[in-house]
């Protein structure tokens, strides 16, 4: 008994999940009760069926087998061409989509060049005023022959001493004189 239980369980899921799946009908396979029993394919396969059924019956002189055959035919004509419909409308609903994502990246690529652009011009720049500060030769090596030489300020005469008594020396007159 539980085997049979799954067995229903498991078809009934099935049966469900094929149901909620509607955007692959064109390669879906189909069961579809036509007048004559089953007919199981793609709906592609079974619009051919029943296409060949219609030309059978219209063969054979009967008209209302034929006329129940073409609507059958009919109904997963429409179903495969409403398909086909939804699949070209998500084509191009990706399409476009894939467009603005290009263009977003175009645009993004050509601020960030703009930008570094901007960028190496202002690093050039700030270089540019170094160089200029240091006489225009930022590649060469400072020498001391390169700098300018300091101004001399002019020779002073010496300051005379002024002259003191023994007495104003520290250590009196012990101390030794000086040679004049």
């Known amino acids: 008994m539980k085997s049979s239980r799954s067995r229903s369980r498991s078809k ?4 469900r999940s094929q149901g909620n799946q509607g955007g692959n ?6 069961d579809s009760s036509g007048p004559e029993g089953k007919v199981r394919g793609t709906p592609q396969q079974i619009i051919e069926k029943y296409n060949q059924l219609t030309r059978d019956a219209q063969l054979s002189n009967d008209r209302v087998a034929a ?22 409308a998500r084509r191009e609903e990706q399409e476009r989509q894939n467009r603005e994502r290009q263009a977003e990246r175009d645009r993004e690529r050509a601020e960030r060049q703009e930008r570094e652009g901007s960028q190496a011009v202002e690093q050039a720049a700030q270089q540019q005023p170094n160089a ?24 002073r005469k010496p300051r005379p001493k002024p002259e003191a008594s023994n007495g104003d020396q ?5 101390a030794p004189k000086a040679a004049e």
């Open 25 to 30: 009908v064109v390669n879906r396979v189909f």
């Open 12 to 15: 009934s899921n099935r049966n």
């Open 67 to 88: 006329e129940n055959f073409q609507q059958h035919a009919e109904h997963y004509t429409r179903m495969l061409a409403e398909a086909q419909r939804e699949i070209e």
């Open 132 to 155: 200029d500060a240091q006489g225009g030769e930022s590649n060469l090596v400072e020498t001391p022959e390169s700098q300018p030489k300091p101004k001399r300020s002019p020779r």
């Open 170 to 174: 520290p250590g009196g007159d012990d």
